[in-house]
């Protein structure tokens, strides 16, 4: 199912590189999460503090979790 991280990463004006580091993971991880593969809880957890969304709202960002 696809995400929206890539919509609301551009939406606040972040690069990749600096979504990773406000995260905890690496750049690499960010590419793969937009690019519509899976990632663990804990890592879409920490997707969503980094962009200021709040675990209720996590349905915006990642569907599959609504």
């Not at 919509?7 to 905890?24: D, F, K, P, T, V």
């Not at 793969?32 to 990632?39: F, Q």
Request: glycine fraction near 6%.
């Amino acid at each position: 199912m696809p995400n929206h991280v890539k919509r609301e990463r551009e939406a606040r004006l972040m690069s990749r590189a600096e979504l990773a580091r406000q995260a905890g993971i690496s750049p690499v991880t960010i590419d793969r999460i937009e690019a519509g593969l899976s990632c663990r809880i804990a890592t879409k957890r920490k997707i969503l503090f980094a962009l200021g969304v709040s675990l209720l709202d996590r349905g915006l960002i990642f569907p599959e979790l609504a």
